[in-house]
């Protein structure tokens, strides 16, 4: 069983910052691309960041200079800074791992963290 727990989330005014953090845990064998999306009401969920193994990353033209994504392999952590945070920025943010366990090689995905950019 492998879950993914986020924290970090909560309520910022505009031009603040916010650190996310996603731990996986359970049957891991090894860890391959990270990521962290987001989804506001009524809009279809969006992939924000990717970071691969050896730790390239990608990044969404919405969030490119200001959302840093991160991963820390020994603790099966990832990670997504996120500074000048504006109110367009509020939504459930979500992390997913791809993760090989004894039988399978598949995407898992957190619970979701509240993020509310207001003030």
């Known amino acids: 069983q492998v879950q993914l727990v986020e924290s970090g989330g909560g309520l910022v005014q505009p031009g603040g910052s916010l650190n996310l953090s996603c731990a996986a845990s359970?049957?891991?064998?090894?860890?391959?691309?990270m990521r962290w999306y987001r989804q506001a009401p009524g809009k279809e969920r969006e992939l924000l960041a990717t970071i691969a193994t050896g730790g390239s990353t990608n990044s969404a033209d919405s969030v490119k200079g200001r959302f840093t994504i991160s991963r820390d392999n020994a603790n099966y952590t990832v990670y997504l800074q996120m500074n000048s945070l504006k109110p367009e920025d509020t939504a459930v943010y979500y992390c997913?791992?791809?993760?090989?366990?004894?039988?399978?090689?598949?995407?898992?995905w957190g619970q979701g963290t509240q993020v509310t950019v207001s003030s």
């Open positions: 997913s791992m791809d993760i090989r366990t004894m039988t399978t090689f598949r995407e898992y």
């Open positions: 359970g049957s891991i064998l090894w860890l391959s691309a």
